[in-house]
């Protein structure tokens, strides 16, 4: 087998594994945009809605919520390679910026594949709801967040 083969087919099973495993969080590719080194998330609505992050790239990243504030703790959040978080967001354009491991920034479109739950979440706060986790671990707190059964 040639080496461009074994790209396409890597690159093939990677894609269909990516949409398996959102289309198994009942989400969609809807309510955020990229921007450069930066995501903006709940664009289209005012209400509170849950994000799930999927690291699509071969080095951990950090993701950074800049509140203004001088003193604004817990926001930064690591997701190793191919590892999903979650973030529960209340308000309207609520943005997440995207850095290498050495805090360099990089632009997320190429990192992230990001998802909207259709359940809101049971919470009214903008807070992590999981992070760095297997897809597994990930749709089980996810799915308890927005308060579905399966």
């Known amino acids: 087998m040639h080496s461009w083969q074994k790209i396409l087919i890597s690159s093939s099973l990677v894609l269909l594994l990516n949409a398996c495993t959102t289309a198994n ?5 809807e309510n955020f945009t990229f ?4 995501i903006l998330l709940n664009t ?3 209400t509170n809605a849950i994000f799930v992050l999927h690291n699509i790239s071969s080095q951990s990243i950090w993701l950074n919520h800049e509140t203004g504030h001088s003193m604004s703790a817990g926001w930064a959040s690591s997701i190793s390679p191919n590892h999903w978080s979650a973030l529960s967001v209340n308000k309207p354009n609520f943005n997440l910026t995207c850095e290498t491991a050495s805090f360099k920034p990089i632009a997320c479109h190429e990192v ?20 760095d986790k297997s897809f597994d671990d990930i749709r089980s707190v996810v799915l308890a967040q927005a308060g579905t059964q399966h």
Do not use: F, G, R, Y
């Open 44 to 46: 289209a609505t005012s």
């Open 25 to 29: 969080l009942n989400c969609s590719k």
């Open 35 to 38: 921007s450069d080194q930066q």
């Open 112 to 131: 992230l594949e990001i998802c909207h739950l259709s359940q809101p979440p049971t919470s009214n706060i903008s807070a992590w709801v999981a992070e």
